[in-house]
């Protein structure tokens, strides 16, 4: 494995489908193509396919698109998003901790409120990481000093509060190149959350681990992580917060989530219909800040379950049946309408991807400017043979030209 990165495309194709005992016309048929086409791809005769396809064989091969794009070309390494500003302070202050005594921690309450104001300014902001680079690497540093400094039942406050910090960090960090500090934060927010003892730390923490996993490409994990942690909560559901079970409905759209994305059409659809249960179990214009768990969300996740299941006319459908201003975060009601342009680009209505697209980047620039879907589909239209003025400016603002 230490000689992946100097592969191309397609013998990493090759040496992945091989590893899954799948021959070419296995492969073929699962992605819709001939076994011709993937010989085509695996000896590098045509270009790599593009995102709706390369998502295809990654879920037919159980690997993640990073694992089989690499770092082989200036395309890929275009397509992931860059490093914020921001970043190398907060990793300084995930990466430091104070035994000292010499400055009292902040107190237990002060930190929450703090914690809050930071979820808030994050979903008001349009940029959004920016906003968080410049109040997390305090956050970070005040939340692990109380963790390591109280006792007793104010540490267990403290342990609960790390854990969210760590989320809101892993916020931050997502899209970034950065992964070997994502991991970190994931798994240390998950130790802070069972540190805690509270029900609402380890849900946060455990929708925050199945997305880094998912990500990475071990649906398993990431389904066994939901799964056991919803699991562990199920019989305090029914007692539950309006902010439990919103977070108890998050993590059901998680395993959604990640069975549409491994291509399990019926249990991606039983997850969702489950979580929209507990959504209509909601007060009213609640919405769970660290999930934006909603009742107006699931509408957003529909689109997420279709996109992911290379649905792109069931996508659309479900976009037309949803206000995006409805969303009142704007990072989220941006991620919404990527998958939304996704759908359309899926159909081939280039113009439609491009408008919603658009429409995305004006709602929060800094969600699309790191959001590898829409970098790529930018990439995608720039590279058409008729490039529409607005695209070649969405493209120059995301910073793909220049």
Known sequence: MDSMPALTFG??????????????????GLVGRSAEWVKAVETDRILPPRVHMLDRIARALKVDVSALVGELSDRSAVV???????????RDAVNRFSFSGAVPPQPVVAIRERLTAA??????????????????????RDAQQAALTYEGDERSQAQALLAEVLGLAQMFLAYQPAAELLWRVADRAMVAAQESSDPEALACAGWFLCQVHRDAGDWDTAMTVTLDVASALEARIDDANA?????????????????????????????WDR?????????????????SFSRVIMGAHAVTVAVELQKSGEAVRQANRLDPAAIPSRPRRSRHLIEVARGHYGKGDNE??????????????????FNGYARQITLDLINARSVRADVRDLALKVGLVS
């Open 11 to 28: 013998q990493r194709l090759k040496l992945y489908r091989e590893r899954s005992g799948k021959t070419r016309a296995v492969l073929g």
């Open 80 to 90: 992931n998003g860059p490093e914020h500003p921001a970043l190398a302070s907060v």
């Open 119 to 140: 979820w808030r300014a994050r979903h008001q902001a349009s940029d959004h990481r920016t906003v968080l680079g410049a109040l997390l690497p305090d956050l970070v």
């Open 243 to 271: 902010n439990l079970l919103a977070l108890w409905g998050a993590l059901n759209f998680e395993a959604a989530y990640t069975a549409a994305r491994a291509g399990e059409d019926g249990r991606a659809w039983h997850y």
């Open 275 to 291: 979580a929209d249960r507990v959504a209509q179990r909601l007060p009213q214009g609640f919405y769970q800040l660290q999930t």
């Open 352 to 369: 439609a991807a491009a408008e919603t697209l658009r429409e995305a980047y004006d709602c929060a620039p800094e969600t699309v400017r």
